[in-house]
C-alpha cells in the first residue's frame, strides 16, 4: 500500500494569471509540519488565527495551478472566494480527513462550476432560443460511515484543534 501525496483538482471558477490565461486544474500535496510552522516567522502573519496564514500555506502547497509551477501566496490572493473556499475544504479533507471524501466535495462542487462565456462583437438580437429542461441531478453513491463534506458557501478559516 503506497500513499497518495499528490491530489489533482480542478478550481469552481479558476484562476485568471497575469496573462487573461484560465487555469481551472492543479495539484496540491500533502502539507509537511514545516508548511504550517514555517509561515508563523512570517512578518506579515500575526499568529496562528491570522487570515493571511491560510493564504501563505495554500501557496506552498500547491503544487502547480495550470501551467503555473510556482503558485506562490500573491496568486492565492488573486483567487476567486469560491475557489479559495474550496481549496480549503480540500486542504482539509486531504490533510486530516478521510482522502474518499474527495471525490463527494468533487461531485457536491461540479454542478457550481462556470466556465467563462467567450466575449464576442455586439451583433443584431438573435431570437432566444428556448430553455432545455434542467438534467436530473445524478444520485451520488456515498459510504454510510461518512457523512458528505460541506460545502462552504463563503469564506472562514479552517478549524483547528486547541493548543494547551
Do not use: C, W
Not at 6 to 32: C, Q, S, W, Y
Not at 113 to 131: F, G, L, S, T, W
Request: aromatic share 6%; charged share 30%; net charge negative.
Amino acid at each position: 500500500m503506497s500513499l497518495q501525496v499528490e491530489f489533482d483538482f480542478t478550481l469552481p471558477k479558476g484562476f485568471i494569471d497575469d496573462n487573461g490565461a484560465l487555469h481551472r486544474d492543479g495539484v496540491m500535496r500533502l502539507a509537511t509540519a514545516r508548511d504550517e510552522i514555517e509561515p508563523l516567522r512570517d512578518q506579515r502573519i500575526a499568529g496562528p488565527d491570522d487570515p493571511y496564514l491560510t493564504l501563505v500555506i495554500l501557496g506552498r502547497v500547491i503544487v502547480r495551478m495550470g501551467t503555473i509551477t510556482d503558485f506562490t501566496p500573491r496568486h492565492v490572493e488573486a483567487l476567486f472566494a469560491a475557489d479559495l473556499a474550496y481549496l480549503q475544504d480540500l486542504y482539509g479533507i486531504v490533510n486530516f480527513g478521510d482522502p474518499s471524501e474527495i471525490e463527494a466535495l468533487r461531485a457536491a462542487t461540479a454542478a457550481e462550476r462556470v466556465a467563462p462565456e467567450p466575449v464576442a462583437p455586439a451583433a443584431a438580437e438573435p431570437e432566444p432560443e428556448p430553455e432545455p429542461e434542467p438534467e436530473p441531478e445524478p444520485e451520488l453513491e456515498l459510504k454510510e460511515a461518512t457523512s458528505p463534506p460541506r460545502v462552504r458557501t463563503r469564506v472562514e478559516e479552517v478549524p483547528r484543534g486547541t493548543q494547551p
